[in-house]
């Protein structure tokens, strides 16, 4: 287990500074949620700490470190709310694609192991799929492909799954059963998760920040109360969720 820093990262494409002198710690086994108007800079800073920036175009600052001195590289999963699953392979296929990827059983016809085959059809009971493990995506609903996209993120086992919308095209209620499967079934993963929704970001939250300005810069974190998934009867959420709507709603009308 070790924290993730971000030391005075920022990033410029062009003239365009979308943050800058960013601190900010992800917290072993803890989520850190990230709320912010559209075109902030939320995706870019993920990305950004996912290492997935491309860095001809454009000017990068700070540093990325984790605490236990070891690079951050290979140690991440990403989810997001493009579930992304190949859609001419079946859901077990698209689960088990990064270890067919780094073992070179992409193209061959050759077979997983048996171990990794059972690891895929376990992930898959856990998120209640296993009888669609020879299905194609596309016939599958919205919340059933994000819960692939969730297994295929628990196959790979990381300690840090960086999340971006992952729940967003979702209706509210199968929204909510998502967010109760992946905070139990990430329990004890560092978890950086962007969201539009404050009501997500409270539930799920250890600490909630709010990226805003241009450049962007990171409000002090908001720590609800309680374990997580908090529990909608909160009376503390409801009011907190009231406050960060307000905070959003006026970013919005002087942006
Ligand atoms: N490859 C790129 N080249 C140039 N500008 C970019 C690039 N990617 C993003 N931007 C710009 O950087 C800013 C931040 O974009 P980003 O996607 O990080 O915002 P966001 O907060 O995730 O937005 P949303 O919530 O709408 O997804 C925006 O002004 C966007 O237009």
């Given at each position: 287990?070790?924290?993730?820093?971000?030391?005075?990262?920022?990033?410029?494409y062009?003239?365009?500074?979308?943050?800058?002198?960013?601190?900010?710690?992800?917290?072993?086994?803890?989520?850190?949620?990230?709320l912010g108007?559209?075109?902030?800079g939320?995706t870019?800073?993920?990305?950004?700490?996912?290492?997935?920036?491309?860095?001809?175009?454009?000017?990068?600052?700070?540093?990325?470190?984790?605490?236990?001195?070891?690079?951050?590289?290979?140690?991440?999963?990403w989810?997001?709310?493009?579930d992304?699953?190949?859609?001419?392979?079946?859901?077990?296929?698209?689960?088990?694609?990064?270890?067919?990827?780094?073992?070179?059983?992409?193209?061959?016809?050759?077979?997983?192991?048996?171990?990794?085959?059972?690891?895929?059809?376990?992930?898959?009971?856990?998120?209640?799929?296993?009888?669609?493990?020879?299905?194609?995506?596309?016939?599958?609903?919205?919340?059933?492909?994000?819960?692939?996209?969730?297994?295929?993120?628990?196959?790979?086992?990381r300690?840090?799954?960086?999340?971006?919308?992952?729940?967003?095209?979702?209706?509210?209620?199968?929204?909510?059963?998502?967010q109760?499967?992946?905070?139990?079934?990430?329990?004890?993963?560092?978890?950086?998760?962007?969201?539009?929704?404050?009501?997500?970001?409270?539930?799920?939250?250890?600490?909630?920040?709010?990226?805003r300005?241009?450049?962007?810069?990171?409000?002090?974190?908001?720590t609800?109360?309680?374990?997580?998934?908090?529990?909608?009867?909160?009376?503390?959420?409801?009011?907190?969720?009231?406050?960060?709507?307000?905070?959003?709603?006026?970013?919005e009308s002087?942006?």
């Amino acid at each position: 287990m070790f924290d993730v820093h971000l030391h005075k990262v920022g990033l410029a494409y062009g003239d365009l500074q979308v943050f800058q002198q960013l601190d900010l710690s992800l917290k072993a086994g803890q989520w850190t949620c990230l709320l912010g108007g559209s075109g902030v800079g939320k995706t870019t800073l993920l990305r950004m700490v996912a290492g997935l920036v491309d860095q001809s175009d454009i000017r990068v600052e700070g540093r990325v470190t984790c605490d236990d001195g070891q690079p951050l590289a290979g140690r991440i999963a990403w989810m997001s709310q493009q579930d992304s699953l190949l859609p001419w392979a079946t859901v077990l296929d698209n689960i088990t694609i990064g270890e067919r990827l780094r073992t070179r059983k992409f193209l061959r016809r050759s077979r997983l192991s048996s171990e990794a085959l059972d690891r895929a059809h376990h992930m898959l009971e856990l998120v209640g799929l296993d009888e669609k493990a020879r299905v194609l995506p596309q016939n599958l609903s919205g919340g059933q492909r994000q819960r692939v996209a969730l297994a295929r993120t628990l196959f790979e086992d990381r300690p840090v799954v960086l999340m971006d919308e992952p729940f967003g095209a979702l209706d509210a209620i199968t929204r909510l059963n998502l967010q109760d499967m992946a905070c139990d079934l990430l329990a004890g993963k560092t978890v950086m998760l962007i969201t539009h929704d404050p009501l997500e970001a409270l539930r799920l939250g250890h600490a909630v920040y709010h990226l805003r300005g241009h450049p962007a810069q990171l409000t002090d974190a908001i720590t609800p109360p309680g374990k997580i998934p908090r529990s909608l009867d909160n009376a503390e959420l409801m009011t907190l969720q009231g406050v960060l709507l307000d905070r959003l709603r006026h970013e919005e009308s002087v942006a």
